[in-house]
């Protein structure tokens, strides 16, 4: 029977799918193509690069960003894993002190959505304190992978908390 | 499930209840694509388009799988740690509702490849969810709004 090799074909394309993106899915990763790097010792990115992403977000974020980082959290309606990932967001900025965590719906900001390239619910932007995006995640990131990202943007290299 | 609870601002649901759904579905499709050609296969597809159907266009308490799993299941499990948004699986309902009555068509026209490979997508579809939490129609949906709007 050729039918048997469709479903067997199936669900091992399904099974290799399903394995990656359990190891993907939520990983922290440093954003070098949405604003160029910035060295420790010259923090300005976000007012020297001026691409229509970062205004676009800078824009958005006026007003809201944090003392020494923001992390900016695209949500929507039709997504299971963005109340799970608020709870991990807000508890990181409760342990760092300092952090602002911004949620935008996507789907009434689809400009910026767009200006951005963020393809789903959750992505998490992580901004040091310039509003330049340094690390990135989409799909729901563990508590622990939020707080080292934190850490490896804040000013001052590792902060002073405890996990 | 009490009917003296307050009623929420929106509908909430036991989250294990769409991925057992989604278990039942993959069994399902499964079975329709080894009987593919067959009355039982046709029937069998049939049956999963009503099954998406009830859940998209009634809503998830019309869902028969759900039916079984509140009735059946639910009652032998603990409480859930939280419940969630009704929105995003019964939108999952929707996906697959499209991809079976593709199918459908496909069968009575007698396109039996395109009904194959409908069948093979909505099964890939449904075991994702079941065996890795991975929502197919969840993920399409900022895509897709993206394009609508733009």
């Known amino acids: ?163 | 499930m009490t009917a003296d609870a307050p009623a929420p601002s929106r509908p909430v649901i036991d989250p294990r209840g769409p991925r057992f759904g989604a278990a039942i579905t993959t069994v399902v499709l499964a079975v329709a694509l080894l009987l593919s050609g067959t009355v039982v296969g046709t029937v069998l597809v049939a049956w999963q388009a009503i099954a998406f159907g009830l859940g998209a266009l009634v809503g998830l308490q019309a869902q028969p799988y759900g039916i079984v799993f509140r009735r059946l299941v639910r009652p032998r499990l603990s409480p859930p740690r939280e419940m969630e948004d009704a929105a995003p699986p019964r939108f999952a309902q929707v996906v697959g509702l499209i991809f079976m009555v593709v199918a459908l068509i496909a069968l009575v026209a007698g396109l039996g490849i395109v009904a194959t490979i409908a069948v093979a997508l909505a099964l890939a579809a449904a075991f994702l969810n079941a065996a890795f939490n991975f929502c197919l129609g969840c993920e399409m949906y900022l895509v897709w709004a993206r394009l609508r709007h733009s």
Request: glycine content about 8%; proline content about 7%.
């Open chain 1, 1 to 163: 029977m050729n039918s048997i090799w469709v479903v067997v074909g199936v669900l091992a394309l399904a099974t290799a799918f399903g394995l990656w993106f359990r190891r993907v899915n939520g990983r922290v990763r440093d954003s070098g193509a949405m604003v160029p790097m910035a060295g420790p010792d010259d923090p300005p990115a976000a007012i020297q690069s001026s691409s229509p992403q970062t205004l676009a977000l800078a824009e958005a974020l006026t007003g809201r960003l944090g003392e020494r980082a923001t992390i900016v959290q695209f949500s929507s309606a039709f997504c299971q894993p963005c109340r799970a990932t608020r709870r991990i967001v807000e508890e990181a900025c409760v342990i760092i002190p300092g952090v602002s965590h911004v949620e935008i719906d996507a789907e009434e900001n689809l400009e910026l959505v767009r200006a951005l390239d963020i393809r789903r619910t959750p992505t998490v932007l992580f901004l040091d304190r310039t509003g330049a995006v340094r690390k990135q995640a989409s799909g729901q990131p563990r508590k622990a992978d939020v707080i080292a990202a934190l850490g490896e943007i804040l000013p001052g290299g590792t902060p002073d908390f405890e996990i």
